[in-house]
């Protein structure tokens, strides 16, 4: 079985994917100012999400997901709520 790439070197290379894909999209100060990141463990997977936190868990207003194999380090972004910029 191959070996496990560790949290923080997945958790670096999911900050530069979602750093590349926010770079199409307007983020209001207010939400730069008080994103929070959280990581999930599912499986052979790491989900990093970047969100705004609320009074309540079920308040959060998540902006991004990415989801990375913790055996390849391969993962996809997905940005939620956002307006992508004009070219």
Request: zero cysteines.
């Amino acid at each position: 079985m191959p070996k496990q790439i560790p949290l923080d070197k997945l958790q670096e290379r999911a900050r530069q994917m979602t750093r590349l894909e926010l770079m199409k999209f307007v983020i209001p100060d207010e939400l730069q100012t008080n994103l929070t990141l959280g990581v999930q463990f599912d499986g052979d997977f790491r989900i990093f999400e970047l969100y705004v936190p609320g009074e309540r868990p079920s308040d959060a207003r998540v902006v991004s997901r990415a989801r990375l194999n913790i055996y390849s380090g391969e993962g996809q972004v997905q940005v939620e709520g956002l307006v992508k910029k004009e070219l």
